[in-house]
């Protein structure tokens, strides 16, 4: 099954995360830390340690584009993969864990005052059409990272794919780069008109 989502912005910062948001305001709970998750992320191990424990997945180095957002479980290629796709990066080796039935794509910008009333007006814009959240299954998933740009409607549009498995590891892959820049603005050819 494939879930698509277009023109979703990063909010001017270069960053997108991916998890269960309501996870992370557990961690952030857990943990003691404080409503600008953003600074104790950036400022101390909470970010790794979000990052180890599956809470969320980083992606760093996001140009402001409008992206193409695609979540992928159980294709037998992905859209990225397809041959008239364009392919730039490939990352395997994040976990992410889902405890409240939904995974979403959000950007840095809640991280900077994570307050329960942040959490539930975003949770409520989540509710709106095109927004990048899908229901799940509760468990723990693989999640490889593709970014490129796919081919919809005669042009090639920035995207990234979310390539989605149930899997009984709770723990991303030893060499997992948290920092690890998806970047595609130096790719922009790519996303030119079809011949």
Do not use: K
């Not at 599956?54 to 397809?82: C, K, M, R, T």
């Not at 889902?98 to 995974?103: I, K, R, Y």
């Amino acid at each position: 099954m494939r879930y698509e989502f277009s023109e979703v912005l990063n909010d001017l910062i270069d960053y997108f995360l991916l998890g269960d948001i309501q996870r992370l305001a557990r961690f952030q709970d857990d943990n003691a830390l404080p409503d600008d998750l953003a600074h104790a992320f950036t400022t101390g191990d909470s970010g790794d340690r979000a990052v180890l424990e599956g809470v969320v997945v980083p992606l760093a180095g996001i140009d402001n584009l409008p992206y193409h957002i695609i979540f992928s479980l159980d294709e037998a290629i992905p859209a990225l993969l397809q041959p008239d796709s364009r392919l730039v990066h490939r990352r395997a080796g994040y976990v992410v864990h889902v405890e409240h039935g939904a995974l979403m794509l959000f950007t840095w910008r809640i991280l900077q005052h994570f307050t329960p009333r942040a959490l539930g007006d975003l949770l409520a814009r989540y509710q709106a059409p095109g927004r990048p959240q899908i229901e799940l299954d509760n468990g723990w998933y693989q999640v490889e990272i593709l970014a490129g740009a796919v081919m919809r409607e005669g042009i090639y549009e920035p995207a990234f794919e979310f390539v989605l498995s149930r899997t009984h590891c709770r723990r991303p892959a030893a060499d997992i780069d948290v920092g690890y820049r998806f970047g595609l603005a130096d790719d922009a050819a790519s996303c030119t008109p079809a011949r």
